[in-house]
């Protein structure tokens, strides 16, 4: 059965550093996303990405991020100087668009980013 | 994207079935019901969808009342494995729009 990847499973950082955070969504779904979970709350949307741009993002999706899908089969998220409340579980999903109302949304095991 | 509500924890026996509701009362016409569970820290995985009609596959059914102002997921016969925070989200039709997670619901399955 096809699956989203994510890589790698945990990050360890330093505050102030860049991050990329890397995905591989199931490779006909045109739909990409970015979730975050900081421990004990709940899962946010940060971002999604459809056709080579942002369709929607969210108020924490500010100017240090940015997504970026470089080749045919990944999608990366960047942190650009990452900030100890950056710290989360990141999850990326993809989902294809099958018309009125289904877009199922597959998720990635998450990668979990830790900033010091 | 409507609200939802949902109790915070419920507790099933292993084998019995699950009932897990869900208030929707704002919901519109055009949004569809859809609930995803979330093991541990895992990645949340989808179970189910609806419009009006009840629904069901492999993992579980979906009741939704004529007014559509609430609905139940059911797990036939819940395992162990079934233990998770499940979650019930209204989406907008017709877009690949972005998934509102609440608090969910916390399933314990118990022997």
């Known amino acids: 059965e096809p699956e989203v990847t994510q890589t790698p499973s945990h990050q360890v950082t330093q505050m102030g550093q860049e991050v990329i955070l890397r995905c591989v969504p199931i490779s006909n779904h045109l739909y990409f996303y970015w979730y975050r979970q900081i421990l004990g709350q709940k899962v946010e949307f940060l971002v999604s990405f459809y056709n080579n741009e942002i369709s929607e993002k969210s108020e924490i999706f500010d100017d240090q991020f940015s997504v970026e899908r470089p080749d045919g089969s990944n999608f990366t998220l960047k942190i650009r100087s990452t900030k100890l409340e950056d710290s989360a579980m990141y999850f990326c999903a993809s989902s294809e668009f099958l018309g009125q109302g289904a877009h199922e949304q597959f998720f990635g095991p998450g990668t979990r980013l830790t900033v010091l | 994207d409507a609200k939802t509500t949902q109790p915070t924890s419920m507790d099933c026996a292993e084998g019995r079935a699950a009932n897990l509701p869900c208030n929707h009362s704002?919901?519109?016409?055009?949004?569809?019901v859809y609930w995803y569970r979330q093991i541990h820290s895992q990645g949340p995985q989808y179970i189910i969808h609806?419009?009006?009609n009840n629904e069901t596959n492999e993992m579980a059914s979906l009741i939704i009342t004529e007014d559509r102002k609430s609905s139940t997921l059911i797990l036939p016969h819940a395992t162990l494995r079934d233990t998770a925070v499940y979650y019930c989200i209204v989406v907008l039709t017709g877009t690949a729009s972005k998934l509102t997670f609440g608090t969910g619901t916390r399933l314990q399955v118990t022997l």
């Open positions: 704002t919901i519109s016409g055009n949004e569809y």
């Open positions: 609806g419009l009006k």
